[in-house]
T-cell receptor
Framework: GDSVTQMEGPVTLSEEAFLTINCTYTATGYPSLFWYVQYPGEGLQLLLKATKADDKGSNKGFEATYRKETTSFHLEKGSVQVSDSAVYFCALSDNSNYQLIWGAGTKLIIKP | DSGVTQTPKHLITATGQRVTLRCSPRSGDLSVYWYQQSLDQGLQFLIQYYNGEERAKGNILERFSAQQFPDLHSELNLSSLELGDSALYFC???????????FGPGTRLTVL
């Protein structure tokens, strides 16, 4: 079945560092891809999404590009802030039943 | 605030008991999804309803059931509870199938 694999955390960076969180997927069709963020004690918020190959999703300085050839959707940010500390989830949704299939989550810790 | 509400926020109960979790979707959203987030299994899709009808089932145990009412709110019923059912249960809603899902703050269930 469809699956999502993302890098294990925690990832610890200093403020203003460059961030990459890797995400790869396995899917039989052409899924939509998402990054969700979960701040401490809160629910899940959609950070960005891409619905077809070569699409780039972006929001709040975060970017991810849908790479069909490498089945990847890596999350990047040029300069992280302490407020970016959270757990980041990569997910996919196939276009038949629309359920979200999740990666394990990557905890990001940003130190001032 | 996503506009999705879930009650209660916290629930503590004993093994063998039955509980009901409630979700009110965003105004205008017809689809409701239930997800379970646990330490060992991560985030898993449980079930989806669209305009009162069940549309997709994921890893939902037979001890669990759900329904969506005519006013579009949804309830997730968990019975014969076990220690392993302790988790955060999220509800999400979307306008239609395949639309962006907006998540509620979750209900944290603790089974003692």
């Amino acid at each position: 079945g469809d699956s999502v694999t993302q890098m294990e955390g925690p990832v610890t960076l200093s403020e203003e560092a460059f961030l990459t969180i890797n995400c790869t997927y396995t899917a039989t069709g052409y899924p939509s891809l998402f990054w969700y963020v979960q701040y401490p004690g809160e629910g899940l918020q959609l950070l960005l999404k891409a619905t077809k190959a070569d699409d780039k999703g972006s929001n709040k300085g975060f970017e991810a590009t849908y790479r069909k050839e490498t089945t990847s959707f890596h999350l990047e940010k040029g300069s992280v802030q302490v407020s970016d500390s959270a757990v980041y989830f990569c997910a996919l949704s196939d276009n038949s039943n629309y359920q979200l299939i999740w990666g394990a989550g990557t905890k990001l810790i940003i130190k001032p | 605030d996503s506009g999705v509400t879930q009650t209660p926020k916290h629930l503590i109960t004993a093994t063998g008991q039955r509980v009901t979790l409630r979700c009110s979707p965003r105004s205008g959203d017809l689809s409701v999804y239930w997800y379970q987030q646990s330490l060992d299994q991560g985030l898993q899709f449980l079930i989806q309803y669209y305009n009162g009808e069940e549309r997709a089932k994921g890893n939902i145990l037979e001890r669990f059931s759900a329904q969506q009412f005519p006013d579009l709110h949804s309830e997730l019923n968990l019975s014969s509870l076990e220690l392993g059912d302790s988790a955060l249960y999220f509800c999400a809603s979307s306008v239609g199938q395949g639309s962006e899902q907006f998540f509620g703050p979750g209900t944290r269930l603790t089974v003692l």
